[in-house]
Structures are given as structure tokens and as C-alpha cells.
């Protein structure tokens, strides 16, 4: 069973920043993307950005990001130490969400659908 575990939410002006890290324990490790996804309330989770997470493969580190978010959003991976981030920069009141990390063995990284694993959510709230 993989665990997910997400931190680094908090509070922010907008124009501010902040870095989301997402750790990954468990064995088996069949993750083939890792993603970022955002609910805000009464809404729907919302792909963020994933990026490729397999060591050694041709695309590890291919990035996706939503139009939203490009240009403003980066997320990374470590893959020694399992783990997947997301710096936030120029936040603005519209990224106020709850931001999961997930992982897929799929490539289709935009579907919440496709996730199989998640982790239990970090608060991001950004104040105008």
C-alpha cells in the first residue's frame, strides 16, 4: 500500500508563494506519474500539474501543467527520496483550494479518475 503524505499548505498574500511537498512510502511503487490536484469548496478536484515519476525512464521528469497554473507553478521530483513538490509563485485568491498529491500508473494525468493512490489533502488559502 503506497501513503501519500502532503505538507507546506498555509496561508499567503496573493502575489506570495509557497512550496507543496508530497512524500511517498510503501512498497509496491507502481507509480508511473505523480500529480497535483486542487478542490475548492463545492467544487470538483481540479488537475494541477503532474510530472513523470519513474527512475531511469526515457520521459522521467516530463512535466503537465493546467493553463491555469503555467508560467506560475513548477513541480519537481526526488526521486531518491521519493518525493514530489510544487512551488506555487504569484498566487493569486483563485488558487484558494485544498491540494492533494496523487499517483497513477496511467498516462492520463489530467483525470482524477486515473489516480489510484492520494494523500489527505493540505489547506492553500490566498488572501486579496
Known amino acids: 500500500q503506497v501513503q501519500l503524505v502532503e505538507s507546506g499548505g498555509g496561508l499567503v498574500q496573493a502575489g506570495g508563494s509557497l512550496r507543496l511537498s508530497c512524500a511517498a512510502s510503501?512498497?509496491?511503487?507502481?507509480?508511473?506519474?505523480g500529480g497535483w490536484f486542487r478542490q475548492a469548496p463545492g467544487k470538483d478536484h481540479d488537475f494541477v500539474a503532474a510530472i513523470r515519476w519513474k527512475d531511469g525512464d526515457t520521459y522521467d521528469g516530463d512535466t503537465y501543467y493546467a493553463d491555469s497554473v503555467k508560467g506560475r507553478f513548477a513541480i519537481s521530483r526526488d526521486n531518491a527520496k521519493n518525493t514530489v513538490s510544487l512551488q506555487m509563485n504569484s498566487l493569486k485568491p483563485e488558487d484558494t483550494a485544498v491540494y492533494y498529491c496523487?499517483?497513477?500508473?496511467?498516462?492520463?494525468?489530467?483525470?482524477?479518475?486515473?489516480?489510484?493512490?492520494w494523500g489527505q489533502g493540505t489547506q492553500v488559502t490566498v488572501s486579496s
Open positions: 496523487a499517483t497513477t500508473p496511467t498516462m492520463f494525468v489530467t483525470s482524477p479518475r486515473s489516480y489510484d493512490f
Open positions: 510503501g512498497h509496491p511503487f507502481s507509480a508511473t506519474y
